[in-house]
């Protein structure tokens, strides 16, 4: 039985009443813990910090040469937080409100509510490090409306919040690793959970730069390790994301919670050929001001592709408003899932733009008539350069193509109101746990969640663990679970070596992700997931069988890295499918064909399916076993969610 | 408690010494050249030659003198220690390597200009300093009509006079001194030696474009506002105007 | 439609950072002008990897020009041949068929080659660590709008903190000097009131580091500046040595552990 945690009583009061019961570790005592954490990002390198700070030993890990450098650093919109500086209405209770519905009603309320209970902390704390955020000529901090909130609490450092939130968190890092509480280890990667008695004691790396694998001991274990957005093998994400703690962890007992909710961003530069490695994303700002169309008809369409004609060249009656057309009252501002469902539907219908089909077109040509040409620079020029530097194609003079593309899971290990997961020690935080986007997340949202579980959730919670853990012995490194972990990895790595067949990894990869994008992207069917399903065990078999794996370990092996990763996200692959499946409801990031309302919307089936499903691991090739955690509702009225 | 290195061990605090030294010395430069224009002077070299006793007997300038040499002498072996830094700073360079895309020639070789200018200085402090502090130079008496205010001049044998005086005979000033101007003369009928100082000038103008304003960056001075004066001056002062200067010396003397 | 190009690339391979290493041609052909430049090289390594041959290793990860993990000297320039991008923004436009591309991993003894084109940047991390703080614990800060801070200084700080880390400033140097990077956290927080307790212990601490790690001299060149992708001024390095120079002749602070 799935327990939550949630403490009881009234929504407002529950996290210090929490706070309150927590057990303390005395500050004498805490220097007798250590605490590993793996992932730098704003969830990792916040709550390496502050444990740091709170006297506990901490050992860090992040694959990158840097903890600098993790993907929390690409995000450009901004952060929100309850401050309520523009005296326009907003509240804690109101970014809850917005968030749980945003998420459409699959999150939990008690964590939603602390999430935006302390974001205002957040931005404190942020400010206080020398975060230089946008500000008022009066010197006051500045706030946009982000992502259709109808109050301005989005916190912003010009297009590149992310980073200037994680060189915050990573200078606080830095003053610990300096102070000798942090021990950082870059280039290294988890490949395993160490166990005893059931509880997470330490770690299994691999050195990427020597091969060596090694094993780490501590008291618990912090998993801040991100999305897992790279199954889809394009996506928004950086090419070293990957799944692969989260997915060792898993098979050592944590359950994973949500897995086929993924988000699909509206507005992302489109793939341009079979080199693509990655996909670029542009701010959803742009929507403010453009308008999305394709041509009426299929044939214009298709001149298109060609080059026979332009887009200047296609008569305003011609063109096909879409989103304008079917939700009159949002328009171009309809929530990420919708704008990216109807994109997609425009390119089925054999109406797309561009070289590939694969785009439709984003328009500034009224807004530039309506505001001049340097109104739109001063608002979007550099969206606008980063879009002409890629494409070559001048925005300002034609429109630009969009298309979708994948950006964020809210799915996740499945934690509890601490954050721990199933196994008692093993914390997810941020983008690596499921807990508070439910099936959607809100723009500006990932920054606060990443800190909010680093600074300000995490330094509580690990406490209570240990203070009842019962002794301050050091753990104990000889014990036979660390050398016997350590030789699972080590065949597994030596299993992958001797594969010596016809195909790359990126082969392999390349097809997943097109299993994935076609069965279990933005619509899903029960027929398609089915064969999905069929799909990926058989690419699953061709992997281990007919995949060619390069060079030996004790060497930077790049074949040897993504050979590890991708045989993970090959299972995780398999498992979002059938999570999909089993959720037959339209919800959030997730569009099931067979649940829509008669307009061909998102229908959701609060009586079937307003439960967290969080699934088990039971061995390979063996199903994997259903946990439902059911919401309650207590603080919101559940509604459908309309954009006409 | 880390205690910081002391600031002339540093990158910064070396950096500092060239700059400072850099500055002065181009102060140097314009007293230097605002002295030599008495060369210009069609006096048979008196008014040279009064200045030249003069900056070599007044007691503030001789100190000053000091400083100069000195400050040559730091700004050559702090040189020479930063680049041997520099250099192991990187072990393996470039197989290719495009610096005229990203920062000037000059500024990329400043101690090949700054090593021209030394064998200039050199050959400079050889041909005038060291005749003329060790007396090899010829000396010569003015006689000025102070009724009619003209001069004539004579040499003076070696054997006749050793000194320098100042008198009035009779309505006549006698001045009698070693004659630094003859040696400049002879010295600049030499082409090889002229040729040197254009080319020594051609490289002091490069070393100093970039040099002055470089002192004030090293310095901290970089302000928006009054950065573009400093530059100015960098270039049309010290890069043009004092080594043009310079250069016109040898250059009248050769064709005179 | 794309233009497709074939083209030579020499590259420098180096097996670990003891092996000595040489340079390696190899053919690219058919490359869309529209891929990236580390696109292009992601086909060569698939092509050698069908071969049996190694993959050329480089760094890289976000591919949005702002994790600061790609580097590569391209044709004798830090990130290639293309102003204010880092090499993950460099498409191949702007090479024409036939070129030859030379390629070189970051040059400077702080920064060894750990394979092929990847260097170990762990320097600049430890220079951060020296001081490129503000020494707060989480919590009990005072609220975010307690100090005003005028528009023009915030921005001035943001400008500074934009810096991505990637070495391309030492990577351009001809002292392979770690100036403008140094310069651009002293000045965000020189710049910044939350800065301001420790402004002269930081500006110390972190030129000792950045001189005990190996770096060269400023020399003003300006090559930093230039090739900056995220076009860090060198009026941060102005700012530098006035913050240390004060920092060593006004001050009485101390670097502090």
Redesign the interface.
């Known amino acids: 039985m799935l327990d939550s945690k949630v403490p009881a009583g009234p929504l407002a009061q529950k996290w210090s009443n929490h706070k309150f019961n927590l057990k303390l570790v005395n500050p004498a005592n805490k220097r007798k813990f250590t605490v590993i954490v793996v992932g730098t990002g704003l969830a990792g390198a916040s709550a390496a910090a502050s444990l740091a700070e709170l006297g506990y030993n901490v050992i860090t890990f992040c694959y990158q040469d840097s903890p600098r450098r993790a993907h929390s650093i690409a995000a450009q919109g901004g952060i929100n937080a309850a401050k309520s500086y523009q005296n326009d209405g907003d509240s804690v209770f109101r970014l809850f409100y917005d968030t749980i519905k945003g998420g459409d009603y699959r999150s939990r309320e008690a964590n939603v509510y602390r999430l935006a209970e302390v974001s205002v902390n957040i931005i404190d704390q942020c400010v206080a490090q020398g975060v230089p955020f946008a500000r008022e000529y009066g010197g006051l901090l500045d706030n946009r409306s982000f992502g259709g909130a109808q109050v301005s609490r989005t916190f912003y450092a010009r297009g590149q919040t992310g980073q200037q939130l994680l060189l915050g968190a990573y200078s606080a890092l830095n003053r610990q690793i300096k102070k000798g509480k942090v021990k950082s280890y870059t280039r290294h990667e988890m490949l395993d959970l160490v166990m005893i008695d059931g509880h997470a004691k330490g770690i299994v790396t691999r050195d990427l730069v020597s091969g060596k694998v090694e094993t780490h001991a501590a008291h618990a274990v912090l998993m801040c390790t991100g999305g897992y957005g790279n199954v889809f093998f394009l996506s928004t994400n950086a090419m070293g994301c990957n799944v692969t703690a989260a997915w060792r962890a898993h098979k050592r007992g944590a359950y994973f919670a949500n897995p086929c909710y993924t988000q699909i961003h509206p507005t992302c530069i489109p793939v341009t050929g079979d080199h693509q490695s990655k996909l670029t994303l542009m701010s959803e700002s742009l929507r403010n001001d453009g308008r999305v169309w394709v041509p009426k008809t299929q044939e214009m369409a298709e001149r298109l592709r060609k080059g026979e004609i332009k887009a200047n060249d296609i008569k305003e009656d011609d063109r096909d408003y879409f989103l304008e057309r079917k939700y009159p009252s949002f328009g171009n501002l309809v929530p990420r899932d919708v704008a990216s469902r109807n994109a997609k539907e425009a390119v089925d219908d054999g109406r797309g733009v561009g070289k590939t089909g694969f785009a439709v077109f984003l328009d500034f040509k009224e807004a530039i008539g309506r505001l001049g040409e340097d109104a739109v620079r001063a608002k979007y020029g550099n969206l606008f350069d980063m879009y002409y530097q890629i494409t070559d194609e001048n925005p300002y003079k034609q429109p630009m193509r969009i298309y979708p593309a994948v950006h964020y899971t809210m799915g996740g290990v499945w934690v509890d109101y601490n954050l721990m997961t199933t196994i008692p020690g093993l914390y997810a935080l941020g983008e690596c746990n499921f807990s508070d986007h439910g099936a959607n997340r809100l723009g500006a949202s990932a920054l606060m969640q990443g800190l909010a579980d680093g600074y300000f959730v995490i330094p509580y919670t690990v406490g209570d663990y240990l203070a009842k853990l019962g002794s301050f012995a050091p753990v104990d490194h000889s014990h036979p679970a660390f050398e016997a972990t350590r030789k699972e990895v080590e065949e597994k790595i030596n299993k992958l070596l001797s594969l010596n067949g016809t195909q790359t990894v990126d082969d392999i990869h390349k097809k997943l992700g097109h299993i994935m994008w076609e069965y279990c992207g933005m619509a899903r069917t029960a027929e398609g997931l089915q064969k999905a399903q069929g799909l990926i065990q058989e690419l699953k078999k061709e992997f281990w069988t007919n995949v060619k794996v390069l060079g030996e370990n004790e060497e930077l092996n790049l074949s040897l890295e993504k050979a590890g990763r991708v045989a993970d996200f090959l299972e995780l692959g398999e498992l979002m499918v059938v999570d999909a499946l089993q959720r037959a409801e339209s919800c959030g990031g997730h569009f099931r064909l067979e649940s829509q309302t008669e307009e061909g919307e998102a229908k959701r089936n609060d009586e079937e399916f307003a439960y967290v499903s969080a699934w088990e691991y039971k061995g390979d090739n063996v199903p994997e076993e259903l946990h439902k955690e059911d919401l309650v509702f207590e603080n919101v009225q559940l509604t459908q969610r309309s954009y006409k | 408690?880390?205690?910081?290195?002391p600031?002339f061990s540093?990158?910064?605090?070396?950096?500092?010494i060239m700059s400072l030294t850099g500055i002065f010395l181009c102060l140097f430069l314009v007293v230097h050249l605002v002295g030599n224009l008495q060369l210009f002077k069609d006096d048979a070299g008196l008014a040279f030659n009064k200045y030249a006793y003069f900056m070599t007997h007044f007691t503030p300038i001789k100190v000053v003198s000091y400083l100069l040499y000195a400050s040559v002498i730091v700004h050559v072996i702090y040189a020479i220690t930063?680049s041997m830094?520099?250099k192991?700073?990187?072990?393996?360079?470039?197989?290719?390597?495009?610096?005229q895309?990203?920062?000037?020639w000059n500024?990329?070789n400043?101690g090949i200009l700054g090593t021209v200018i030394l064998v200039f200085l050199a050959t400079h402090m050889s041909n005038f300093w060291w005749k003329f502090h060790n007396d090899q130079v010829p000396y010569i008496e003015y006689r000025t009509d102070l009724a009619t205010g003209q001069t004539t001049a004579r040499e003076l044998q070696a054997s006749e006079f050793h000194d320098y005086q100042e008198t009035v005979e009779n309505n006549v000033q006698i001045l009698k001194a070693r004659d630094l101007y003859k040696q400049v003369d002879f010295a600049f009928k030499n082409v090889a030696l002229v040729a040197l100082y254009v080319i020594a000038m051609a490289a002091l103008a490069f070393h100093l474009i970039?040099g002055f304003?470089?002192a004030f960056?090293?310095?901290?001075?970089?302000h928006?506002r009054y950065i573009g004066i400093i530059r100015a001056i960098g270039v049309w002062v010290f890069g043009v105007l004092i080594p043009i200067g310079f250069a016109i010396m040898p250059l009248f003397f050769f064709f005179k | 439609m794309a233009q497709h190009m074939n083209l030579t690339l020499k590259v420098w391979r180096q097996k670990n950072d003891k092996d000595k290493g040489q340079f390696v041609t190899y053919q690219a052909n058919d490359i869309a002008d529209d891929m990236s430049f580390l696109e292009m090289l992601d086909i060569v390594n698939e092509e050698l990897t069908r071969k049996g041959e190694d993959p050329v290793y480089f760094d890289h990860d976000c591919r949005e020009g702002i994790c600061g993990m790609c580097s590569l000297v391209i044709n004798g320039r830090p990130h290639g041949p293309k102003e204010g991008t880092t090499t993950c923004q460099l498409h191949m436009r702007s090479f024409h068929d036939g070129q030859t591309i030379v390629i070189e991993p970051w040059r400077a003894a702080a920064f060894p080659v750990l394979k092929d084109l990847a260097v170990d940047r762990t320097a600049f991390d430890r220079i951060q660590q020296a001081g490129g703080y503000v020494n707060i614990n989480t919590g009990g800060v005072p609220d975010a709008n307690t100090i005003p801070i005028p528009k023009r200084i915030a921005d001035e700080a943001f400008e500074s903190a934009t810096c991505i880390g990637c070495g391309a400033c030492v990577a351009a140097c001809k002292n392979a000097s770690a100036m403008l990077f140094v310069s651009a956290k002293v000045s965000q927080f020189a710049l910044l009131p939350q800065g301001q307790t420790e402004r002269y212990e930081r500006a110390q601490a972190m030129v000792d580091q950045m001189d005990a790690e190996g770096f060269g001299n400023c020399t003003n060149t300006g090559a930093c500046e230039a090739e900056c992708p995220v076009g860090i001024k060198l009026t941060n390095i102005a700012r530098l040595n006035r913050e240390y120079l004060t920092a060593k002749i006004f001050k009485q602070e101390e670097p502090h552990a």
């Open positions: 408690m880390s205690k910081s290195k600031v540093s990158s910064i605090g070396k950096k500092l930063l830094k520099n192991s700073a990187r072990p393996i360079g470039y197989a290719k390597y495009d610096g895309a990203n920062s000037k500024s990329r400043m970039h304003q470089s960056q090293t310095l901290g001075f970089n928006r």
